[in-house]
């Protein structure tokens, strides 16, 4: 069982930045890939960005070149650095855990947090 909590949202202006932390408990963190992931009201839920435990990176397209994904394993937390942040930015944002770096390819993790809202104004 792993448990995740996030933090770090808010209110922020458009151009601004913002930084997400996602804090793990349960079994060793550092086995685990680790994601961010997002929703909009009315909207499904995308990808943001995911680090495997070697600290291999992936980023969606739209935040590709603004975001930052990054670990410290020892504080078992993972981040989402947000800068030049836009309103089509604004969503729930979601950390979530895969046991293996298959699942994480495929998008299916296995533990999630309860989301942190992040909202960009013009």
């Known amino acids: 069982q792993v448990q995740l909590v996030e933090s770090g949202g808010g209110l922020v202006q458009a151009g601004g930045s913002l930084r997400l932390s996602c804090v793990a408990s349960g079994r060793t963190f550092s086995n685990y890939a680790m994601g961010w992931f997002r929703q909009a009201p009315g909207k499904e839920r995308d990808f943001v960005a995911a680090?495997?435990?070697?600290?291999?990176?992936y980023y969606a397209d739209s935040v590709k070149g603004r975001h930052t994904i990054s670990r410290d394993n020892a504080k078992n937390t993972v981040y989402l650095q947000m800068n030049s942040l836009k309103p089509e930015d604004t969503a729930v944002y979601y950390c979530?855990?895969?046991?293996?770096?298959?699942?994480?390819?495929?998008?299916?993790?296995?533990?999630w947090g309860q989301g942190t809202q992040v909202t960009v104004s013009s």
């Open positions: 680090i495997t435990w070697s600290r291999s990176t």
């Open positions: 979530a855990a895969a046991k293996t770096a298959q699942a994480m390819r495929a998008r299916r993790y296995d533990y």
